[in-house]
């Protein structure tokens, strides 16, 4: 299940209202006692690709 929250609020307090709003749904989530919960996508990786990586020294009597 996915909600999307929408609301009307002055440029000037879209911080700090967003952070009220998103901090007010964790305490009631919370308060569910395992009841609702938040899912994530896990992702899993089977194979990092490889890395090949030169570095080069700085010519002597040069800037740095």
Known sequence: MEFTLR????YKKR????????????EEVDQTNGRVAFA??????????EIKVSLV?????GNT
């Open 57 to 61: 020294e700085p010519a002597k009597g």
């Open 7 to 10: 609301y009307v609020v002055d």
């Open 15 to 26: 911080r700090v209202t967003k952070d009220q709003l998103f901090t007010r749904i964790l």
């Open 40 to 49: 994530s996508a896990t992702f899993h990786l089977v194979e990092t690709p």
